[in-house]
């Protein structure tokens, strides 16, 4: 007959003799046998290998994506000129402080078009006559401002326009002026009296007189003078008529161009 199907108790018996078998063969080396380094990478190194390096070249480039790189990307890395930040293009709308160097910190105040720093006008050199970054200028809290009222005393912002004229000129009339005409000035601004022959000119434009004339008087070039007729003449401050012709006589004296400095309701030192 068939034979008979081994128990449960045989299966059993067979499978832990099975279990208890090493799954490692045994393997016997000669004595004279010996082993050596080798340089070529197995199969399953080089697949790990293979898996770990697009990790590391996903971190090798930032993306533009990046938080940290967008914020670098929306600072203002604009330049302009103080005129710009004054009424310009980047007119400031907020009380605002920019400090360059050794010159006096400038804080401007816009709601009252006027600005604060300590030290005379020509101080303020530096912020005339070149570009400011947009980055560099600080938002100024209601209470610095208000305690620089106290401590530097408001000048208008036509003081700044005037500065950066003067440092501008090349020592030519503007255009639209008459070299031979007569001028006299309506006020003068806070600039030291020794600088660019500031004093010296002034004092000889309190009634209208030729250009040749002030520049003779105040012991100065026509140049300086000039650049400094320019620079009140952009701010409205000039008054002035041209030189007188033959064929026609004396000519009616040029309007007075409208002023700056009324424009902001400021009063400066009549003449």
Known sequence: GAAASPGIDEILKVEAQKSAESPIKKMRLEADTSIAATTTQSARSQMRSDDARPGLQRTATPSNDSPNIRRVQEVDQSEHSIRDYLDGKATITTPS??????????????????????????????????????????????????????????RPYAELIWLQCLLKGNGRLAAHLDPGGSYRLKATVSAETDFRHHGAIIQHMQKLARINEIAADAGTDMDSVFNLINAYDAIGMIEWTPRQRRQTGEQPAVPDKPSLLGKLGLRFRKK
């Open 97 to 154: 402080q920019i400090q360059l160097g050794s010159a006096p910190t400038l804080t401007l105040d816009p709601k009252n078009q006027v600005f604060h720093a300590a030290g005379g006008l020509s101080t303020l050199s530096p912020y005339c006559s070149r570009v400011l970054p947009s980055r560099d200028w600080k938002m100024c809290s209601t209470r610095e401002l208000s305690q620089l009222r106290d401590s530097e005393p408001a």
